[in-house]
C-alpha cells in the first residue's frame, strides 16, 4: 500500500507565501511523475503543476511564475513553493503521485495516488 501525506497548508495574507510537503510512503520501488492539484469551493479539482522524474516542471497558466514545484526522489517527496499568494488561490490543495509498486518481467507496474488534501486560504 502507498500512502500520500501532505501538509504546510494554512491561512496567509494576500501576498505571502506558502510551501507545500507531500511525503510518499508505503511499497514504492520508485515514483514517476509527481503533481499538485488543487479544488477551490464549488469547483471542479483543477491541475496546478507536474514535475517527472527527472526534474522537468510543467505549470498551469494561473500559477506560473509564481509557484515552484520540486522534490526530493530519495525521499519520495515533492514540495510546492507559492509565492504572491491571491485570494483566488484558495483551495484544497492534493497531491498525485505515479508509483511503482511492482515489477515483473513484463516491466514496472504504476499506480496513481493522491493525498488526504491540505486547505489554503488567502485573505484579502
Known amino acids: 500500500q502507498v500512502r500520500l501525506v501532505e501538509s504546510g497548508g494554512g491561512l496567509v495574507q494576500a501576498g505571502g507565501s506558502l510551501r507545500l510537503s507531500c511525503a510518499a510512503s508505503?511499497?514504492?520501488?520508485?515514483?514517476?511523475?509527481m503533481g499538485w492539484y488543487r479544488q477551490a469551493a464549488g469547483k471542479q479539482r483543477e491541475w496546478v503543476a507536474t514535475i517527472t522524474s527527472g526534474g522537468s516542471a510543467n505549470y498551469a497558466d494561473s500559477v506560473k511564475g509564481r509557484f515552484t514545484i520540486s522534490r526530493d526522489n530519495a525521499k519520495n517527496t515533492v514540495y510546492l513553493q507559492m509565492i504572491s499568494l491571491k485570494p483566488k488561490d484558495r483551495a484544497v490543495y492534493y497531491c498525485n503521485a505515479r508509483v511503482i509498486t511492482r515489477t515483473t518481467y513484463l516491466g514496472p507496474t504504476a499506480y496513481d495516488y493522491w493525498g488526504q488534501g491540505t486547505e489554503v486560504t488567502v485573505s484579502s
Open positions: 508505503g511499497t514504492i520501488l520508485g515514483t514517476n511523475a
